[in-house]
């Protein structure tokens, strides 16, 4: 069974920083590229970040992606937040014929 479950979200002040975690099981995680996508109501998901099986990542300028293969994890550093960066993030497991898998997602607010 395909799990991803996100952790980490929560309140956070304008400026400060968060870290989400993704724990992934019941694939091959270190073959699966990984991502975190972002949503506000009404809009569509955002990448914000995206790591490969390999480890080359791309990300959103304040944003760091990294991942753990040994502990099936993903991890999202997020700094200097600002209040509209306020979304749910969600983790994301995909290789290209193989499967696509999406977590619940965690809910950031960045609020005085």
């Known amino acids: 069974q395909v799990q991803l479950v996100e952790s980490g979200g929560g309140l956070v002040q304008p400026g400060g920083s968060l870290r989400l975690s993704c724990a992934a099981s019941?694939?091959?995680?270190?073959?699966?590229?990984m991502s975190w996508y972002r949503q506000t109501p009404g809009k569509e998901r955002e990448l914000v970040a995206h790591i490969t099986s390999t480890g080359g990542s791309f990300v959103e300028g304040r944003f760091t992606v990294t991942r753990d293969n040994a502990k099936n994890m993903v991890y999202l550093q997020m700094n200097s937040l600002k209040p509209e960066d306020t979304a749910v993030y969600f983790c994301?497991?995909?290789?290209?014929?193989?499967?696509?898998?999406w977590g619940q997602g965690t809910q950031v607010t960045v609020s005085s």
């Open positions: 994301r497991a995909n290789s290209e014929g193989a499967g696509d898998y």
């Open positions: 019941g694939f091959p995680f270190s073959s699966y590229a």
